[in-house]
């Protein structure tokens, strides 16, 4: 079982910035590829980005693409999501996702996909 734990959430301006971390409970962490996800008021759950195993995969969806960057280390068990030049449509509760039976290639985009969830954290931008 994976239990994954995220922080960093809160309130900002637009325009501002906020850096989500997200810690792994197991030591097996860098088996995993890691996703970050967000779920508006009545809205789905949706993509954010995502990176591979060993980090050198890294993808976005289009609406972040440029103002977020997702990065990881494996020795302290932590994905990162930084974001910058935030805008009130990202406001939400972001969530990072563990897929474990990913190949060290590559990473998924979809929610079907992962296999463990955080209890996610809120960002909240103000206009």
């Known amino acids: 079982q994976v239990q994954l734990a995220e922080s960093g959430g809160g309130l900002v301006q637009a325009g501002g910035s906020l850096r989500l971390s997200c810690a792994a409970s197991?030591?097996?962490?860098?088996?995993?590829?890691m996703g970050w996800f967000r779920q508006a008021p009545g809205k789905e759950r949706e993509f954010v980005g995502a990176?591979?195993?060993?980090?050198?995969?890294?993808g976005y969806a289009d609406s972040v693409k440029g103002r977020f960057t997702i990065s990881r280390d494996n020795a302290k068990n932590t994905v990162y999501l930084q974001m910058n030049s935030l805008k009130p449509e990202d406001t939400a509760v972001y969530y990072c996702?563990?897929?474990?039976?990913?190949?060290?290639?590559?990473?998924?985009?979809?929610?079907?996909?992962?296999?463990?969830w955080g209890q996610g954290t809120q960002v909240t931008v103000s206009s």
């Open positions: 990176i591979s195993r060993n980090g050198g995969w890294k």
């Open positions: 996702a563990a897929d474990v039976r990913r190949s060290i290639y590559g990473y998924a985009t979809s929610v079907d996909e992962y296999d463990y």
């Open positions: 197991e030591r097996t962490f860098s088996r995993y590829a």
